[in-house]
């Protein structure tokens, strides 16, 4: 009979019976051959991340976009009438917008993929009766898998022998407290995954202990695979930015409508104005109106922030989402890890007799020490430290190697506190030998350990203090004597603990007594009595010494920032103090279990933290913020996270410890996972949106100023002042070099100090428009001041005059915005390159459109006192207008 590719329901089965369904024998694994013949049958164990596009999709893709299908019909329109010229620039234009945004992303997907390979783990399986190294994906169903601290589980599988085994599941279940594993039990077919504990998970990590499972699924039939297939098949939200720049465009194609019908129509009726002149005004108002120039713009502009944003460690998979974490206005971010350094520290030794010691250093770096006030102490000072130190060491399952954890995060703490006592752990190890080992449980609570060194054999305890404390009979002071402890005694410590634990640290308790040989086989209950107490260690996941900063900067920019945790209440508001959070609302998951949406939506201003969450109530966190208006940034790592990583409008996904699940899920991963990198992500992309929206306001202005010229014109009967070649070279050179530098604009000074957009808040409203309509009538009014001042030469004379006026205008508003709202100064000239290139090539271009050629464009050539002169009046105009709009205070 063919062993199935996946057993359902292997919980409920006894061990044997499940390795029996799957056709293996658990003492000697598979063969090679049907290990290969499974792998065939049933497929590599990988967990496809996503449809894999390649470039050319990617290319493709670019195309579904509004500014780009208008400009493609303009260019099928200009082919048509023989505009060969213009047809040809405006899809160079087009194909360098979406070459441009496609190797973005492409690029992107490359360094996932990247990430994806260098992060391809190893797995141990008993094949042919011995014990091998595979590759994961090898890995097959009926394989015996060996698993011991440190490994990732690399599939699903049913469990034929746990020893003090510990699991991490907190990718799949946001809880960060190990799972204790049983393999002697079967549970009913109704038990949730998360409570299946006679059960490994694939993507899980080994806190502590050893055993032997077989394996029930793999790749996509896993629970990760189920939950990865669900978050594919989702659909992608647009970004605010993208529906907001689709409604621009849809403004801007009926108003190019409106006005070339307006224009043929006052020709043809009033004027009498022959068809082919009235057609070449339609065409260049066409033209003139269309910013052929914005779509590229957008995407160097995000481009630019993306680039940046990548050299600061966030990286990011969809440029839209630039400008959408720009826009945020709440950020709901996990502690571990995000906000903290995801390293356990001790902080403080507390001794029976009231004392406190207290400890320097971060996470798992031995830099620091143990003081007394201002003096340093070690383990010579005095017989209590000593003996902490040896239970902190020897008591230990943990190693740290070149700064990595092996084992489980709260005893790499212990060895860190050892060493600052003056006590080496490994040269502890080599002289006191291990003769026993009574190991943690949930149910017990604690983990002693019996050795044997020169002063003969010691019993070493460590647990939660309300168990260490109940199993003493005495404690040591400072000063190494041992007292009695009485019930006032345990009072009062109990009293101690609680208020240390209510400053969100986690408290250990260490203990010691003078053992013998009959430890060595007498029960449990008998070897963990008649302790002495020497103290407890408060540990804590210290914040990373940037978030502060990063938060008071986001509060100042108007981010409301949200703490979402499975910790503590306790320890997330201790947390929360040390960063910064403003005061609020403390909810926990419980809670939240027992609200109706409505209920979240209503109170969901008044939350500073939700505490005790599972990844699950993400999701609703995030509706609830949507639904109240807000652009939602939010954080995850695991795989139930994906849900609320794709409702959010800009998911953030960890790149160190984050699955595979939660990267394919978001637009942006941090790749140090550090929360600091959030905020500066945020400035890069208001940064963008100042640039993106700068460029708008210049590429419209100028397009209606040439617009309302072409236009009256037309009313007064003059012809075409511009024609298609002088629009196109006034919208390249005026347009497209300075346009292009300003997307390089550095952020407005008060980027970081301003509210952010509102969801649905236009790119361009009221004030926006009311700015163009302005400054479009001073252009024009220069533009025309300048044809009739030139005309009585001659009407080529008026046309250039009137083409260079408006090219120098343009060029004097390119530098104007270089400051939206406060005024220029000469010392930022050269602090854009690329602008000041474009700016100066514009204006050496424009110079000789009117000169050395302005034979190609039909127009009277101009001397140089001329050019000076325009020059001068253009800037002069323009930028005495701008500079006087922005010291009144009437901001865009």
Not at 577 to 588: D, K, S
């Amino acid at each position: 009979m063919e062993a199935p590719c996946i057993l359902e329901n292997p919980h409920t089965l006894p061990p044997e019976e499940a390795a029996r369904r799957l056709g293996v024998d658990p003492s000697r694994g598979l063969s090679s051959e049907e290990a290969r013949e499974r792998l065939e049958r049933c497929g590599p164990n990988v967990i496809e991340a996503g449809k894999k596009r390649g470039f050319l999709e990617t290319f493709l893709e670019q195309f579904k976009n509004m500014f780009v299908v208008m400009l493609l019909v303009a260019t099928a329109f200009s082919f048509y009438v023989g505009e060969t010229v213009d047809a040809l620039l405006i899809l160079a234009i087009v194909v360098f917008m979406a070459v441009m945004g496609a190797v973005q992303e492409y690029r992107a997907e490359r360094i996932l993929e990247a990430l994806r390979r260098l992060a391809s783990p190893r797995a141990r399986v008993l094949r042919d009766g011995r014990v091998v190294a595979v590759d994961a994906s090898e890995v097959v169903p009926g394989d015996i898998i060996v698993v011991m601290e440190g490994d990732r589980v690399p599939a699903d599988a049913r469990l034929l022998e746990a020893k003090s085994l510990y699991v991490d599941e907190s990718m799949l279940t946001g809880e960060s407290v190990p799972v204790a594993k049983r393999a002697d039990v079967t549970l009913p077919g109704d038990t949730i995954e998360p409570e299946r504990v006679n059960m490994l998970y694939a993507g899980t990590f080994i806190v502590r202990g050893a055993g032997r499972a077989v394996v029930t699924a793999t790749g996509r039939n896993t629970y990760m695979g189920r939950i990865a297939r669900m978050v594919a098949e989702a659909g992608e939200e647009r970004t605010p930015f993208q529906l907001e720049l689709d409604r621009l465009a849809k403004r801007i194609a009926v108003m190019v409508t409106a006005i070339a019908a307006a224009a043929f129509t006052v020709g043809y009726l009033l004027r009498e104005a022959s068809l082919v002149n009235l057609l070449l005004t339609s065409i260049a108002l066409a033209v003139a109106a269309v910013p052929e120039g914005l779509p590229a713009i957008v995407v160097i502009a995000f481009s630019i922030a993306a680039w940046n944003m990548a050299r600061r460690n966030a990286l990011v998979r969809r440029l839209a989402a630039v400008e959408a974490l720009g826009s945020a206005s709440v950020v709901a971010t996990d502690k571990t890890g995000t906000l903290t350094m995801n390293e356990m520290t001790v902080r403080q030794l507390h001794t029976p007799d009231g004392g406190v010691y207290t400890v320097t250093g971060e996470g798992y770096s031995l830099e620091g020490g143990v003081y007394e006030g201002d003096r340093r102490v070690t383990v010579e000072d005095s017989p209590l430290l000593r003996l902490a130190a040896l239970v902190a060491a020897l008591n230990n399952n943990a190693a740290i190697e070149d700064g990595r954890v092996h084992g489980d995060p709260l005893e790499a703490a212990l060895l860190v506190l050892a060493h600052k006592l003056g006590l080496d752990p490994g040269d502890a190890r080599r002289r006191y030998r291990r003769l026993r080992e009574i190991g943690f449980s949930s149910e017990r609570k604690r983990m002693t350990v019996v050795v044997e060194g020169q002063e003969g054999i010691l019993v070493l305890s460590k647990g939660a203090p309300e168990v260490i404390i109940e199993r003493s009979s005495s404690y040591m002071t400072r000063g190494g004597s041992v007292k009695p402890l009485g019930v006032e005694e345990r009072r009062e410590l109990l009293r101690r603990v609680e208020e240390v634990a209510a400053r969100g640290f986690r408290l250990l308790a260490l203990a010691y007594r003078r053992g013998g040989a009959e430890d060595l086989e007498a029960g449990e209950d008998e070897v963990e009595s008649r302790l002495t107490l020497l103290g407890f260690v408060a540990v804590i996941d210290p914040p990373r010494p940037e978030v502060p900063e990063a938060v008071r900067r986001a509060l100042e920019a108007g981010i409301r920032v949200v703490m979402v945790t499975g910790d503590h209440p306790s320890t997330a508001r201790a947390v929360a103090e040390m960063i910064g959070l403003p005061r609020g609302r403390v909810v926990t998951g419980q809670e939240l279990e027992r609200m109706s949406d409505e209920e979240l939506r209503d109170i969901a201003e008044e939350v500073a933290i939700f505490a005790r969450v599972t990844p699950e109530h993400k999701a609703r966190i995030v509706k609830a913020y949507k639904e109240r208006g807000h652009i939602v940034a939010v954080t995850g790592d695991g795989v139930n996270d994906a849900p609320a990583l794709k409702l959010a409008d800009i998911g953030v996904a960890m790149g160190k410890r984050g699955t595979e699940v939660a990267k394919e899920a978001a637009d942006i991963i941090l790749l140090d996972d550090n929360f600091a990198t959030i905020v500066a992500a945020v400035e890069e992309g208001r940064r963008s949106f100042d640039n993106v929206k700068r460029t708008v306001l210049y590429l419209l202005s100028a397009n209606l100023a040439e617009v309302a010229t072409v236009f009256y014109a037309a009313v007064r009967g003059i012809g075409v002042i511009f024609n298609a070649a002088m629009l196109l070279w006034l919208n390249v050179v005026t347009d497209g070099f300075p346009a292009a530098g300003l997307a390089f604009e550095r952020a407005e000074p008060d980027a970081m100090k301003r509210p952010p957009r509102r969801r649905g808040q236009p790119i361009l409203g009221k004030p926006q428009f009311t700015y163009l309509a302005l400054l479009a009538t001073v252009e024009t009014l220069l533009t025309l001041g300048l044809y009739h001042l030139y005309a009585p030469r001659g009407p080529g004379y008026g046309r250039a005059a009137a083409f260079l006026g408006l090219m120098y205008a343009e060029l004097a508003q390119s530098l104007a915005l270089r400051r939206l709202n406060t005024p220029i100064s000469l010392g930022m000239l050269a602090s854009n390159k690329q602008w000041l290139l474009g700016y100066l090539a514009g204006a050496v271009l424009a110079a000789l459109a009117v000169t050395a050629l302005a034979g190609l464009f039909h127009a009277a050539g101009l001397g140089l006192g001329d050019v000076a002169a325009i020059y001068l009046l253009a800037h002069l105009v323009v930028l005495g207008y701008e500079e006087s709009r922005k010291r009144l205070g009437l901001h865009v």
